[in-house]
């Protein structure tokens, strides 16, 4: 691993030491870690901001490619002699390349480091921009540029979920116990806002081939932030950063048999309530990531515009972007301990939101979805970093959990489209190639399964181990 160049890098100017009160016992846990003495075996870095900075912006480019051919399919057959089938299959490559990857990293991570993940994520990057850019050579065949196009997007792929996996342990490492939700909030939406740039940029810059050229100086650009990120401080801002986590292999051995994890096992009440959050999660991320892909195709038959649509997706994002943000300090902060009760109040909402579109999806009803949009923004979004971090307490394994939770993610979210694709009505509906049928699975699946979000208890166990040796810690400055 690459902890011990980190730590030399670190001046002894960038520390917060934490804070050391003569407090009640009762209140010791919930002191905030920062000040100017430094006492303790805690501290905390500013440096952690710019490497969160770095993480953000690689894992917004990470989610350019995704979605960057879809506004410009139609030129793309044009222009490269392909099928829209085949263009299509520019951006499935990435979900189908992206379940193998995500379950590798935190291999990756345990031999190497967070820091040498994020070098190998940011090379994927610069490959990929340019062996795509190679298949715009107008003197190849078709089926060479494609093939060069679709190898481009299988090194996109690799890239993409580095970042995703790592972000709850990038947070876990520098951040502590009233940060880390938050920082994890800021590294997992980064990805959408990026698939959300690239659906609006892809088309405004150019022909086909110019397009593919800003993504790969794009691409390029942003390889130096990777400098930015740093395995982990010197001392650690908690106690869970202090403790190497258990193998994935443990982590899945326990969460499906119960097996003894590295000295952290997981009770048969946790390991159920992992895997009713990692199915809830997933498809979560597959139900707003099938409207993502298929909005116009869901609209277009009722009569709203391409403009209309793309704004019901922006509404989507944007709302949850700002819920998100709001959010993120209250559970750092006010609602520490309440990760799984946010869930039960907020997830039900959530799936009644999506089942009424099969209703509200009609002609001059453009108000109430875009109020729909709004729900479905503040409640989907908001439970992305909670998830994330729900899942971290119960395993105290964040790489794992992680990768966990975004390959049911992905896995789901390619079902769902070829579920819902299927389901697409035929040229002789009313109206044409409507997309009800989908509408009727989408919403009935989602609500009975954030409706299980009832049975899990949601114990933070993590969290509740950090605040105990904190709290030693004070106890022992104290004496």
């Not at 190998?120 to 340019?130: C, D, E, R």
């Not at 880390?180 to 081939?209: C, D, Y």
């Not at 969460?255 to 590295?262: A, Y």
Request: net charge neutral; aromatic share 8%.
């Amino acid at each position: 691993m690459s902890t011990a160049s980190d730590a030399e890098t670190l001046s002894k100017h960038d520390e917060e030491p934490i804070e050391m009160e003569i407090v009640s016992p009762v209140s010791q846990a919930a002191l905030p870690l920062h000040d100017n003495e430094p006492h303790g075996p805690y501290r905390l870095y500013k440096r952690r901001f710019l490497g969160l900075v770095g993480m953000v912006v690689l894992n917004i480019v990470g989610g350019l490619s995704w979605p960057w051919f879809g506004p410009i399919a139609n030129d793309m057959v044009t222009d490269f002699g392909i099928t829209l089938d085949q263009v299509s299959w520019l951006g499935n490559i990435e979900s189908c390349i992206y379940l193998p990857t995500a379950l590798s990293i935190p291999y990756l991570y345990a031999r190497f480091g967070l820091r040498r993940c994020c070098d190998f994520g940011a090379v994927m990057l610069v490959i990929s921009a340019w062996v795509r850019y190679a298949g715009t050579v107008k003197s190849l065949s078709t089926n060479s540029a494609y093939a060069l196009l679709m190898l481009g997007q299988v090194f996109a792929a690799i890239s993409q979920p580095i970042y995703q996996v790592l972000g709850p342990k990038y947070s876990e490492n520098w951040f502590n116990l009233q940060g880390r939700t938050t920082a994890t909030m800021i590294v997992a939406i980064a990805n959408p806002v990026g698939s959300a740039v690239g659906q609006l940029l892809s088309p405004l810059v150019g022909g086909t081939r110019q397009s593919i050229l800003v993504l790969a100086i794009i691409s390029t650009a942003v390889v130096p932030f990777v400098f930015l990120v740093h395995s982990q401080p010197p001392t650690p801002p908690t106690y869970a950063a202090s403790t190497p986590s258990a193998s994935f292999s443990h982590l899945a051995r326990d969460v499906i048999f119960g097996g003894q994890t590295h000295g952290a096992k997981m009770s048969r009440r946790q390991r159920f309530d992992f895997v009713v959050l990692a199915w809830i999660f997933g498809i979560l991320v597959a139900a707003t990531d099938m409207f993502s892909i298929l909005t116009s195709q869901i609209m277009q038959p009722v009569g709203y515009s391409d403009d209309i649509s793309g704004l019901m997706g922006a509404c989507l994002l944007l709302t949850g972007l700002v819920a998100a943000i709001v959010t993120a300090p209250l559970f750092d902060r006010v609602f520490t301990k309440h990760l799984a009760i946010s869930g039960k109040l907020l997830l039900p909402i959530l799936g009644g939101a999506w089942l009424s579109l099969i209703w509200a999806v009609k002609p001059h009803n453009t108000g109430g979805l875009f109020a729909i949009m709004t729900i479905l923004g503040v409640t989907s979004v908001t439970m992305l970093p909670v998830a994330l971090e729900l899942a971290s307490d119960l395993t105290r394994n964040a790489e794992g959990s992680s990768a966990i939770l975004w390959f049911m993610g992905n896995l789901l979210n390619v079902i769902f489209v070829l579920v819902e694709d299927a389901l697409r009505a035929g040229p002789d509906a009313d109206p044409p190639l409507n997309m009800r049928r989908g509408l009727i699975f989408n919403g009935v699946f989602v609500l009975a399964s954030v409706l299980l979000i009832w049975l899990i208890k949601g114990e933070q166990v993590r969290k509740t181990i950090d605040e105990e040796k904190l709290a030693e810690v004070r106890a022992i400055g104290v004496a």
